[in-house]
């Protein structure tokens, strides 16, 4: 923008600037950004420029103009370098173009000439956290506290920082603070809510959600994280209502698959279609094999069912569901002929399913040959032969809470007398010699199937094997889905998904799985429980 002012005329009086300041601020508030930005424009090249500056720099920020925002802000610094206000629009606006490294630049440097003010120090400490570097967050919202104990903000930034290192006490603590400083915050109570379920103290999650949703602006999230508490309740029937909100989030809007973008109308259960009822995968692999395990109680009120599958899952289930057309996903493209259509996710609302009404059988069915195949390949006379997984490459840092340390792999695989087989997806290599050097295990890897995508052949490999030890990832919804002895390694916080709820021992969705639960951060208790429960040796075949 350019300013409205004609350059040989003298500067107008600061009291003139002002009034009209005072009336683009009104203007902005009631909602007219345009008026307001003309008027903002009209003060930029006057006494108060810097001001206007910074407030045309805030609200094209506000209308997503990030760009732009960025050149108002750097106008501003240029008149008044050093202001705080200035060095933290100038952060937010670098954060949302993704320009991480100057938005961390700027916010550290507004902290440092407001070291008081909360809002720069809780918008780095989230930069920090959204890139993985929570010790730095937590450190800098210390600090921040230890100048403001009573910002309600810091408190509860540090209580998100402490859930994300899966400090369940600290979090609670912190985010309790934050409420008492703010009585009432919905959006604080949510968080909280999270922290409790994280703790294991559900009914008190459901109880502050129950009161938080109803306040929040977009409860999508919150209302999921609800459906998980009532789950690990067992209070299925109003999970399954919240569950549904798990399709409002916003990182559901850009998925391959979307009711909204499906021309067909949804089918809520009641009587079948009059033809082919699509039923189609969502989120990840893991989410439509659980959805797949009810397909065939599905089939009992539905005679044609077409499956919309992942393409590396579409062949197993082919194989699987002989009865069904199972056809992989075409992103641009609905299957033919469907007259109706429902996400996988929804049946379990939708047949009523709770582990006692519609306990799972083994869904899956692995190619025989390529079974035996591969257990001749791998198998020893007089040892088990175990497969082994230990990594998850979930994206958002959840990859990291799936993952078995180093440490605790060795002590997993050590003085075992099995042989394991490596089912982890991904170059294993110099971890398999690493380990092998480290215990003495035998690490075998099987050179013909790829199991990242080949899931049809992860799924032979599994059935080889006497038991599956995997953390959770896609080869434990693999082998508990075909009915193996299915060992899971369960994060907790962040790291535990839905389908592995807080029930004791087996598994809810997989009756031949055992869940093995880390404890707050700390992997020992589970690693112990896996190898007792591997010391019980049935006979190898």
């Known amino acids: 923008m350019t300013s409205g002012r004609d350059p040989e005329a003298p500067p107008p009086p600061p009291a003139r600037d002002l009034a009209i300041l005072r009336e683009a601020d009104r203007l902005a508030a009631s909602g007219d950004a345009r008026a307001a930005l003309a ?112 910002s309600a903000a810091l408190h509860e930034a540090a209580g998100l920082a402490a859930l994300d290192a899966r400090d369940h006490a600290v979090a609670c603590a912190s985010l309790l603070e934050a409420l008492r400083l703010a009585p009432g915050r919905a959006e604080t109570q949510a968080n909280l809510a999270e922290a409790l379920a994280g703790a294991g103290r559900h009914d008190e999650a459901v109880r502050l959600l129950d009161a938080a949703i109803p306040r929040l602006a977009d409860p999508a999230l919150a209302r999921l994280n609800r459906a998980h508490a009532l789950m690990a309740l067992g209070r299925w029937a109003e999970a399954w209502i919240d569950y549904e909100a798990r399709l409002g989030r916003a990182s559901m809007a ?58 590396r899952l579409a062949a197993l289930l082919a194989r699987s569901l002989p009865d069904m057309r199972v056809v992989a996903r075409d992103d641009a493209a609905i299957p033919p002929g469907c007259v109706a259509h429902v996400p996988m996710g929804s049946l379990m609302g939708i047949l009523g399913w709770t582990p006692a009404r519609l306990p799972m059988a083994p869904v899956l069915v692995a190619d025989r040959a390529r079974a035996a195949a591969a257990a001749a390949r791998h198998r020893r006379p007089g040892r088990r032969l175990v497969g082994l997984a230990w990594a998850s490459g979930a ?77 959770s990832n896609v080869t434990a919804h693999v082998a508990g889905a075909l009915g193996a002895e299915t060992h899971v390694l369960v994060p907790s916080g962040h790291g535990q998904l839905w389908y592995w709820t807080p029930s004791p021992g087996a598994a809810a969705f997989y009756a031949r799985a055992t869940l093995h639960r880390q404890d707050g951060a700390s992997w020992r208790g589970a690693v112990d429980s896996v190898r007792a429960a591997l010391a019980v040796r049935p006979p190898t075949r």
């Not at 003060?43 to 720099?57: K, V």
Request: hydrophobic share 50%; aromatic share 4%.
């Open 39 to 150: 008027l903002f424009d009209a003060a930029s090249g006057g006494p108060l420029a810097a001001y206007a500056l910074l407030r045309t720099g805030q609200l094209l920020h506000a209308q997503g103009a990030h760009a732009a925002a960025m050149d108002a802000l750097g106008r501003a610094a240029a008149l008044r370098p050093g202001d705080a206000p200035i060095l933290f629009a100038l952060g937010n606006a670098a954060r949302d173009l993704g320009r991480l490294d100057e938005a961390e630049a700027h916010f550290r440097a507004a902290l440092g000439a407001a070291p008081a003010s909360p809002e720069p120090a809780v918008n780095l400490a989230n930069l920090l956290r959204r890139q993985g570097r929570g010790e730095e967050a937590r450190a800098i919202l210390a600090a921040s506290l230890a100048r403001n104990p009573g």
């Open 254 to 311: 850009g998925a391959a698959r979307h009711p909204a973008r499906i021309p067909l109308p949804a089918w809520r259960g009641g009587p079948a279609p009059a033809g082919p009822l699509l039923v189609w995968g969502e989120q990840g692999l893991g989410d439509e094999i659980v959805g797949a395990s009810l397909l065939p109680a599905l089939a009992a009120q539905v005679e044609d069912i077409v499956v919309e599958a992942s393409p």
């Open 395 to 471: 994206g958002g840092g959840l990859g990291a809470l799936k993952t078995l340390p180093r440490g605790e792999l060795e002590r997993l695989v050590a003085d075992s007398g099995d042989v394991f087989l490596d089912l982890q997806y991904g170059d294993t290599e110099r971890m398999r010699a690493e380990l092998a050097a480290a215990t003495g295990a035998e690490i075998l890897r099987d050179r013909e199937i790829d199991v990242r995508s080949d899931i049809d052949g992860l799924a032979a490999l599994c059935a080889a094997c006497d038991a599956v030890v995997t953390t």
